[in-house]
Each structure stands twice: as C-alpha cells, then as structure tokens.
T-cell receptor
Framework: GALVYQYPRRTICKSGTSMRMECQAVGFQATSVAWYRQSPQKTFELIALSTVNSAIKYEQNFTQEKFPISHPNLSFSSMTVLNAYLEDRGLYLC???????????FGKGTRLTVV | QQKVQQSPESLTVSEGAMASLNCTFSDGTSDNFRWYRQHSGKGLEVLVSIFSDGEKEEGRFTAHLNRASLHVSLHIREPQPSDSAVYLCAIASSSFSKLVFGQGTSLSVVP
C-alpha cells in the first residue's frame, strides 16, 4: 500500500534555532508534495507546494528563506524551519500525491514546540 | 481564492444517531473534495474522497457533493464514542495537492 513516513514525530527546539523535518513516500511516486502547518487552535494552512522538476510555490506569508524545501526525487521531501520562534509552533504535515485527481497521502505530522 | 466554511462548529450526538456535517465552498470549479478527521493530538485520517456530484460511501461515512450549490456534506451512520474528533473538509484548488481546509467541526459522540 501507499504510505508516507514523516519524522521526527515530535521535536522541541530553542527559540532562534532551526529544525528539519522529512517525508518519505513508500509504494507510490510522490510527484507533488505539499507542506501544511496547523497552528494552535487553527486549521491547516498550506505553506508551499513542491512538484518534481518545477519551482516550489510558496503561499502568501510563507517564504523560502524561512521554510526551505527540498524535493530531490519521487520518494523524498524535507522542509526546514529556520530561526524558529513561538509563532512557528504547531503540527506540520506533508501530503504527497502521484498525479492529478489521485489520493493525497499524509504523513502523521511533526509537532514542533519552541521554547 | 477558494474559501471553505464548515458548520456547525461543534456537534454532540448520541451513540447510534446519525451525525451530519456541512461544508460550503466558494469556487465550484474544484474537482477534488475530501473529508478528514483528526483525533486530539494526532495527524489526519482520510475518510472519504469524492470527485463528482452525487454520493460516495466508505463504510459508515457518506459524502454528498453538489457543486452547483457549492456544498459537500458528510454523514456518519451509527457514530460511536471513538468517532469523537475534529472533522475537516478539504478542497483542492489546483492541479495537485494544494488543499484548502475548513476550520473543522468538533464532534462529540456520547453514550
């Protein structure tokens, strides 16, 4: 079956430091990977959408300088939160999809706590 | 830009009674509608994906889509306390996995 492994599941970082999270697609080709954040008491909002062989598109309020993403092949993507502060805490999810109209497979999320 | 609104914000139903959740959206050209649920402190669990008008059933979960009315609903048959969670409606607004999420409906199923 198709799965997305996301790690770490939880992480705590000091204010001003950076942390990296990764997603591994198994059983399908992750042509596109979207990264989402769920801040406390809020819904999920899209950070950026990465499609292999295309430029990564960031949503308003999110930048490559803050959330650099790597999507080097059809099974792996990573995102780093640079200079994390309190407002960056929350649950980060990656969602991978093989093609238009196909199912989106989500990782279980990385919960970031900033202290 | 696609906007997604869910109602009600919270819902309490008795075990075994039907639970109905609603989602309205602003852009009827989307072709990709999903219902997820999130148990407290956990990630997302996909319940139903629906791509055309009508009804789609996955076990006890049935989604109804009416793009002309800009409305998609989720009905949960014979809900159990373990179904207590936040239910999220998500709609794809572009070719790939760019999903726009609603704010969620918090469902409580009481014995």
């Amino acid at each position: 079956g198709a799965l997305v492994y996301q790690y770490p599941r939880r992480t705590i970082c000091k204010s001003g430091t950076s942390m990296r999270m990764e997603c591994q697609a198994v059983g399908f080709q992750a042509t596109s990977v979207a990264w989402y954040r769920q801040s406390p008491q809020k819904t999920f909002e899209l950070i950026a959408l990465s499609t292999v062989n295309s430029a990564i598109k960031y949503e308003q309020n999110f930048t490559q300088e803050k959330f650099p993403i790597s999507h080097p092949n059809l099974s792996f993507s990573s995102m780093t939160v640079l200079n994390a502060y309190l407002e960056d805490r929350g649950l980060y999810l990656c969602g991978a999809q093989q093609g238009r109209g196909t199912e989106v497979f989500f990782g279980k999320g990385t919960r970031l706590t900033v202290v | 830009q696609q906007k997604v609104q869910q109602s009600p914000e919270s819902l309490t139903v008795s075990e075994g009674a039907m639970a109905s959740l609603n989602c309205t959206f602003s852009d009827g050209t989307s072709d990709n509608f999903r219902w997820y649920r999130q148990h407290s402190g956990k990630g997302l669990e996909v319940l139903v994906s629906i791509f055309s008008d009508g009804e789609k059933e996955e076990g006890r979960f049935t989604a109804h889509l009416n793009r002309a009315s800009l409305h998609v609903s989720l009905h949960i048959r014979e809900p159990q306390p373990s179904d207590s969670a936040v239910y999220l409606c998500a709609i794809a607004s572009s070719s790939f996995s760019k999903l726009v999420f609603g704010q969620g409906t918090s469902l409580s199923v009481v014995p």
